[in-house]
Structure formats: structure tokens, C-alpha cells
């Protein structure tokens, strides 16, 4: 029987696992970590639970598919909500309430501003048409130059709209900066401002408008925890507080892996752990050629984001998913950019025991609050700063909504860039991985059969084809096509 390891029990490794799960493969996942889902894993503090990383859950037929590869069925298995209300966006001057209907939305927009409403109506026919030219790209790997030669690619183009980003393509609809900043703050998903991504990813804000935000009961930890327990009633096994060492190659050729000192052989080896962290640290250089550690530093990376988790001893009335807009949001946006920090925050809250009271004890709740910052090249002494933007963080959500938070805290924890680098295995902690940029988007996007080392694949956000739940399992699923 074919032994596959794969590296790291996050979102990626745990979908490869699951796909790979019924093809007959003796599978060994190995996590450094005492549980799985990395970035995406659940974490207690005290008596309150909170996701580490994401909360927002879109184009959720992915996930259903990966489900579907080991024999199971999403909804048999967890309890997925798809939410009414997917947002609060408070700006300066106006808070937009986005709903799943988009009718609503489009009553919404034109009671703000006359002609908006169409606006919009006209933005979401226009995505739609776009998602339709791009899914099948997004879907398959996408090896080589030539590929851009493909018939549907060459289709595609002019979807694409390449010269243009998130921003000015919405721009095209309507001018007004409310309008534009509520269907382009996703660019953030990726780590990257709307002035700098490329405008196919107004498919994000599509997504969630046309095909529904979703909640998992629990939270979306929950899905890792559900994905390990059935790849190991499918017969694999998952090693935790595992971390590797080392990826052994011969003659262009994965071998295996070294794990506390001992060499384990394996027929193919599947990388989750960070794709740029796992270059640098995993692979001996001379193993190498387009990924050496200096070439790895000339490639773009996303931003980071400054974590704050709060145990309250009260639930709040904040929307499920909330952002707090900075007052000058397109300045904030191009600081960012440039690696630049800002006082005027944008913040997002994340307040899910409004609906679900498994994070939190009786007529208590979790809170977390993320404030995206630049990553670790730009130089910053996190230690001695996170209490400052500890307070301005707090500082905001009680100014904009009136109210008294820190005198309902039991308890919190923080996290910085600096904690994502050095616990979390993130390269600059650039938690959304490699910039997406179109020079680092598809055929320029590191693919999930490594070209330079045979026997040896990938999966996760630092690969193709993109960061973000849906594409890190769609990563794993283009690993059927070969294994
Ligand atoms: C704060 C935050 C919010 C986010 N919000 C969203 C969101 O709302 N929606 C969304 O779609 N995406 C979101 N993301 C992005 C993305 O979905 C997550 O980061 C996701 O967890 C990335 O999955 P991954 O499998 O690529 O990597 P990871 O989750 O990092 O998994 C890699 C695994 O490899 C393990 N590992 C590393 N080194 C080793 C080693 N040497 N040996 C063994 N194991 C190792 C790690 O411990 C980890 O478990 C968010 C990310 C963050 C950080």
C-alpha cells in the first residue's frame, strides 16, 4: 500500500487528507501542534472558545465536495447556518446592515443614495458572468505558462480585466466610497488593500452576497476537528505535537520525513505547513532551485493581523461579523500597502455567541477583534507595542458604539505578528501567505505537484490556487488529479 505523509493538520492537509481518504493510501499526517487546524484552529481561554483565525465561511459547495471525496456529506456531519444578516459595515458618516437577499441590499443602497440600488444590481450581474468565466481556471492546476493558451483562459481574459484592481473596477459602477469600500474590504481576506488587488476578486464580495456567508456550530474549527475524526474512521492516522524536521531528498526526490531525529520513508510527501516557511526550513537548499530562501525574499507577502480574544462576562448586541471602518479607510488602505501603521484602525469583530452558546458560558461571550497590521518586514518592536493597540482597539469599539467593554473582561489574550512567525510557523507572519498579485496568481503561483522535487505536492494558502478557506481545499482537491 502507497504511503502518503502529509505535513501539517491545517485546513489543506486535513482536505488532502479527506480526498486522498478512500483511494487506498496508508495516510500519516504529522502536526506539531497538540490539536489540529492550525491558523483555523480552535483555542480556549478559560471558559470561553474562539477560532484562531477565520470566521467567514463562502462558496461553501468546496467544502461539500471534499466532504463528498471521503464518503460523507457536510451537513450530516456539522451543523452549517447560512447567516440572514452577513454584516454591519460602519463607516464615518453611515452603517450599512448587508443581508443575504440581495434586494434587501439594493433597498438598502438606494435609500442611502439615489441610483445606488441599480448600481449594485448591476455590479452582482456583472459578477456573475465573471464567477462563470473563472470558475474552471480556479479549479484545475494551472502548471505551466502555456496554460494561458487554454481556450477557457483566453475566454476568460476579458473577465479578468487585468489592468484594473478591486477598487477601480467597482469604481466603473458607482464613485461613491461607501459604495465601494462595502463590496471591496474582502480584498482583505487576502491580505491585500482593494487598490492593489487584482479586480477578479470582486468575485469575494459576490460569493457572500449571491451564494451565502455560512456559520458552523461551534465555530469553523469545528470543521478541522470533524475532517481529522473522519479521515481517521477512513484509516489514516494523525500524528500530533509531531513536527517534522526535515523532508529527505534524494536525486530530485521526496523520501520521507525526519521526525524527533528518526527517519520515517514515505512513497509521497504533501506539504500544508506555510509554503515559504517550509522552503526555508524543511528542504536543504541545495535540494532547490526556484525556491531558495533569497529568491523566497524577493516575493511579495501578504499583511498580518493583531489579535485580540476577550472573554466577557455580558453579550453585547454586535452584528455576528462587524467592521469598524477607519475615518480615512483609502489612506489606511495605501499605508497598509506599504508596509505603513496607522492610528486611524479599521477593526473587525467577530461576536458569535449572539447566536451559537457553545463559545461562551451562560450570559457570557467571546470576542475577538482583529486589526490587520503590516507583516513582519516592516520592523516593529511587538512586545513592547501590543498593549498600545490593545487599547486603541478597545478604545474604538467603545467610542463608535457607545458602550463600556473593559469592565466586562474576565479575560483576553493577544496575539502579534511576531506570535504568528513564532508559533504559528508563519513566514513574516503573513498570515494570508504570498501576496496575490497576477505575478504571483496561477501559472506564477507555487502548484500542488512541486515541479522541482518529485513525489513532493502542496496544499494551503501559500499555493495554488489562492489563500482562503474555499481555495486552500480546493488545493486539495487538485490533488486527485494526481495521486
Ligand atoms: C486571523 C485570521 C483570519 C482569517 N480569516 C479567514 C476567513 O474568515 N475566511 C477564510 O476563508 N480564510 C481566513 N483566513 C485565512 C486562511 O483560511 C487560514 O489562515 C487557514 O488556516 C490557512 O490554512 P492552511 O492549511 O494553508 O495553513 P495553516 O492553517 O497554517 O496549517 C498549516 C499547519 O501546518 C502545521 N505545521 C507547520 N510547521 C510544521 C512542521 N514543521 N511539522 C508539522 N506541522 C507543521 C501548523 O501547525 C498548521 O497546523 C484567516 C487567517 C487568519 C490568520
Same mark, same amino acid.
Given at each position: 500500500?502507497?504511503?502518503? %505523509?502529509?505535513?501539517?493538520?491545517?485546513?489543506?492537509?486535513?482536505?488532502?487528507?479527506?480526498?486522498?481518504?478512500?483511494?487506498?493510501?496508508?495516510?500519516?499526517?504529522?502536526?506539531?501542534?497538540?490539536?489540529?487546524?492550525?491558523?483555523?484552529?480552535?483555542?480556549?481561554?478559560?471558559?470561553?472558545?474562539?477560532?484562531? @483565525?477565520?470566521?467567514?465561511?463562502?462558496?461553501?459547495?468546496?467544502?461539500?465536495?471534499?466532504?463528498?471525496?471521503?464518503?460523507?456529506?457536510?451537513?450530516?456531519?456539522?451543523?452549517?447556518?447560512?447567516?440572514?444578516?452577513?454584516?454591519?459595515?460602519?463607516?464615518?458618516?453611515?452603517?450599512?446592515?448587508?443581508?443575504?437577499?440581495?434586494?434587501?441590499?439594493?433597498?438598502?443602497?438606494?435609500?442611502?443614495?439615489?441610483?445606488? @440600488?441599480?448600481?449594485?444590481?448591476?455590479?452582482?450581474?456583472?459578477?456573475?458572468?465573471?464567477?462563470?468565466?473563472?470558475?474552471?481556471?480556479?479549479?484545475?492546476?494551472?502548471?505551466?505558462?502555456?496554460?494561458?493558451?487554454?481556450?477557457?483562459?483566453?475566454?476568460?481574459?476579458?473577465?479578468?480585466?487585468?489592468?484594473?484592481?478591486?477598487?477601480?473596477?467597482?469604481?466603473?459602477?458607482?464613485?461613491?466610497?461607501?459604495?465601494?469600500?462595502?463590496?471591496?474590504?474582502?480584498?482583505?481576506?487576502?491580505?491585500?488593500?482593494?487598490?492593489?488587488?487584482?479586480?477578479?476578486?470582486?468575485?469575494?464580495?459576490?460569493?457572500?452576497?449571491?451564494?451565502?456567508?455560512?456559520?458552523?456550530? @461551534?465555530?469553523?474549527?469545528?470543521?478541522?476537528?470533524?475532517?481529522?475524526?473522519?479521515?481517521?474512521?477512513?484509516?489514516?492516522?494523525?500524528?500530533?505535537?509531531?513536527?517534522?524536521?526535515?523532508?529527505?531528498?534524494?536525486?530530485?526526490?521526496?523520501?520521507?520525513?525526519?521526525?524527533?531525529?528518526?527517519?520515517?520513508?514515505?512513497?509521497?510527501?504533501?506539504?500544508?505547513?506555510?509554503?515559504?516557511?517550509?522552503?526555508?526550513?524543511?528542504?536543504?537548499?541545495?535540494?532547490?532551485?526556484?525556491?531558495?530562501?533569497?529568491?523566497?525574499?524577493?516575493?511579495?507577502?501578504?499583511?498580518?493581523?493583531?489579535?485580540?480574544?476577550?472573554?466577557?462576562?455580558?453579550?453585547?448586541?454586535? %452584528?455576528?461579523?462587524?467592521?469598524?471602518?477607519?475615518?480615512?479607510?483609502?489612506?489606511?488602505?495605501?499605508?497598509?500597502?506599504?508596509?505603513?501603521?496607522?492610528?486611524?484602525?479599521?477593526?473587525?469583530?467577530?461576536?458569535?455567541?449572539?447566536?451559537?452558546?457553545?463559545? %461562551?458560558?451562560?450570559?457570557?461571550?467571546?470576542?475577538?477583534?482583529?486589526?490587520?497590521?503590516?507583516?513582519?518586514?516592516?520592523?516593529?518592536?511587538?512586545?513592547?507595542?501590543?498593549?498600545?493597540?490593545?487599547?486603541? %482597539?478597545?478604545?474604538?469599539?467603545?467610542?463608535?458604539?457607545?458602550?463600556?467593554?473593559?469592565?466586562?473582561?474576565?479575560?483576553?489574550?493577544?496575539?502579534?505578528?511576531?506570535?504568528?512567525?513564532?508559533?504559528?510557523?508563519?513566514?513574516?507572519?503573513?498570515?494570508?501567505?504570498?501576496?496575490?498579485?497576477?505575478?504571483?496568481?496561477?501559472?506564477?503561483?507555487?502548484?500542488?505537484?512541486?515541479?522541482?522535487?518529485?513525489?513532493?505536492?502542496?496544499?494551503?494558502?501559500?499555493?495554488?490556487?489562492?489563500?482562503?478557506?474555499?481555495?486552500?481545499?480546493?488545493?486539495?482537491?487538485?490533488?486527485?488529479?494526481?495521486?
Amino acid at each position: 500500500m502507497k504511503k502518503i %505523509a502529509i505535513i501539517g493538520a491545517g485546513p489543506g492537509g486535513l482536505a488532502a487528507g479527506m480526498v486522498l481518504s478512500k483511494k487506498g493510501y496508508d495516510i500519516h499526517i504529522y502536526e506539531k501542534d497538540q490539536r489540529v487546524g492550525g491558523r483555523s484552529q480552535r483555542i480556549t481561554i478559560g471558559d470561553y472558545q474562539f477560532d484562531l @483565525g477565520p470566521t467567514c465561511l463562502m462558496y461553501i459547495d468546496i467544502l461539500r465536495d471534499v466532504f463528498k471525496f471521503a464518503g460523507y456529506e457536510l451537513e450530516k456531519e456539522l451543523e452549517v447556518i447560512r447567516l440572514d444578516h452577513l454584516y454591519t459595515l460602519m463607516f464615518n458618516d453611515v452603517t450599512f446592515n448587508m443581508s443575504k437577499d440581495p434586494i434587501d441590499n439594493a433597498n438598502m443602497y438606494e435609500r442611502y443614495s439615489k441610483g445606488m @440600488g441599480e448600481s449594485y444590481l448591476n455590479w452582482l450581474n456583472a459578477q456573475e458572468t465573471k464567477l462563470n468565466a473563472i470558475e474552471s481556471i480556479l479549479k484545475r492546476p494551472f502548471p505551466n505558462v502555456s496554460n494561458y493558451l487554454r481556450k477557457d483562459v483566453l475566454k476568460a481574459i476579458p473577465e479578468l480585466r487585468p489592468a484594473q484592481s478591486v477598487y477601480s473596477h467597482l469604481s466603473k459602477f458607482n464613485r461613491n466610497s461607501n459604495f465601494i469600500n462595502s463590496l471591496s474590504f474582502q480584498s482583505k481576506y487576502l491580505g491585500m488593500s482593494s487598490f492593489d488587488a487584482p479586480s477578479v476578486f470582486t468575485i469575494l464580495p459576490y460569493l457572500e452576497h449571491a451564494l451565502g456567508l455560512y456559520h458552523v456550530k @461551534g465555530g469553523l474549527n469545528q470543521i478541522n476537528e470533524k475532517m481529522a475524526e473522519l479521515i481517521e474512521r477512513n484509516g489514516g492516522t494523525i500524528h500530533l505535537s509531531a513536527p517534522v524536521e526535515k523532508i529527505v531528498v534524494e536525486n530530485k526526490n521526496a523520501k520521507g520525513l525526519v521526525v524527533s531525529g528518526q527517519f520515517f520513508p514515505f512513497d509521497e510527501v504533501i506539504v500544508n505547513a506555510d509554503f515559504s516557511y517550509a522552503m526555508t526550513n524543511l528542504i536543504e537548499e541545495k535540494h532547490l532551485r526556484k525556491h531558495k530562501p533569497h529568491k523566497l525574499e524577493k516575493m511579495k507577502y501578504s499583511i498580518s493581523t493583531f489579535m485580540i480574544y476577550l472573554g466577557l462576562d455580558k453579550k453585547f448586541d454586535f %452584528a455576528h461579523h462587524e467592521i469598524i471602518f477607519s475615518k480615512n479607510y483609502e489612506a489606511y488602505l495605501n499605508g497598509l500597502a506599504k508596509g505603513e501603521y496607522s492610528d486611524d484602525l479599521s477593526i473587525y469583530l467577530h461576536n458569535p455567541s449572539l447566536m451559537d452558546d457553545s463559545y %461562551a458560558p451562560k450570559n457570557h461571550s467571546s470576542l475577538y477583534l482583529l486589526v490587520p497590521v503590516p507583516n513582519l518586514r516592516t520592523p516593529k518592536d511587538w512586545e513592547r507595542d501590543k498593549d498600545q493597540l490593545y487599547s486603541q %482597539a478597545i478604545d474604538l469599539v467603545e467610542r463608535k458604539h457607545g458602550i463600556n467593554i473593559r469592565n466586562h473582561i474576565t479575560t483576553s489574550k493577544v496575539i502579534t505578528p511576531q506570535d504568528w512567525e513564532s508559533t504559528y510557523n508563519v513566514k513574516y507572519g503573513a498570515v494570508f501567505n504570498l501576496a496575490h498579485n497576477l505575478g504571483q496568481m496561477l501559472a506564477f503561483r507555487p502548484q500542488n505537484k512541486y515541479k522541482d522535487i518529485n513525489h513532493l505536492y502542496l496544499v494551503g494558502g501559500g499555493t495554488h490556487p489562492g489563500s482562503g478557506l474555499p481555495t486552500i481545499y480546493q488545493s486539495a482537491i487538485i490533488l486527485n488529479e494526481y495521486l
